[in-house]
């Protein structure tokens, strides 16, 4: 039986490497998707907003877990060849697009209703409207919780060792069935994770505090 030692602990630490490009992955294409989603969500066109609504309800109110099963395990039957990284990659799109366009919607619509109905005076187009009075004003609204939730997609892609890809929490059940030091393993696994996660959380809150303090004047 092995022991762990440092090779093991570089393993682990390698692996953060995978969970960042996940992560990324995630987050870009996550961004994408779900900016196109919150700007359905808040189109003047109903067929739109209930899309938007039913992507949103589908992807928030099933388990990232059971996305990730139906993608990896689902993609075969229908005949399509997929493998750990592009299933990974789709499921956490797919989840982190409908909570983002939430989080961005609620942005949107906190936007003062007197800049809304000036560039409705200035006979604007929705389109222009959002691209030149609204979005700029929401971006500054939604960055603080934009950074907040992406330590929960890094969090989130430790569910894609369950399908075999080897990020932070797979490398760890590798070396601990190895090892057979849990303790030892884990504890590692927790740190390198506390590590990635708390320069954001503390971004995340400098920004909140700073809008406040510019809300406040």
């Known amino acids: 039986m092995r022991t762990f030692g440092l ?5 682990i630490v390698q692996a953060a490497q995978w969970t960042l490009a996940l992560s990324a992955i995630a987050f870009v294409g996550g961004a994408l998707l779900g900016l196109v989603v ?3 969500r808040t189109s003047e066109n109903a067929a739109a907003r209930n899309a938007a609504r039913v992507f949103i309800q589908v992807f928030q109110g ?3 877990l059971l996305q990730l099963f139906l993608i990896f395990f689902g993609a075969p039957v229908l005949g399509f060849d997929i493998n750990p990284w592009v299933a990974a990659g789709v499921a956490l799109v797919l989840n982190s697009a409908a909570f983002l366009a939430e989080i961005w919607r609620g942005c949107i619509e ?11 005076a200035l006979n604007l187009k929705y389109v222009a409207r959002m691209r030149f009075v609204v979005l700029p004003q929401a971006f500054k609204i939604a960055l603080p919780p934009t950074v907040g939730y992406m330590v929960q997609i890094i969090k989130g892609t430790s ?12 490398a760890g059940q590798i070396i601990n069935n190895a090892t ?8 590692t696994v927790a740190a390198l994770y506390f590590v990635i996660c708390w320069p954001l959380s503390l971004l995340a809150a400098r920004m909140e505090r700073k809008r406040a303090r510019a809300l406040a004047r």
Do not use: C
Request: aromatic share 14%; hydrophobic share 50%.
């Open 7 to 11: 090779s093991e602990f570089l393993f």
């Open 62 to 64: 099933t388990p990232l």
């Open 159 to 170: 569910l894609a060792a369950i399908i075999g890809f080897t990020e932070i929490t797979r």
């Open 38 to 40: 919150a700007l359905s």
């Open 180 to 187: 057979f030091q849990p303790l030892h393993v884990f504890t």
């Open 110 to 120: 906190a936007v003062p209703r007197g800049q809304w109905e000036a560039a409705q």
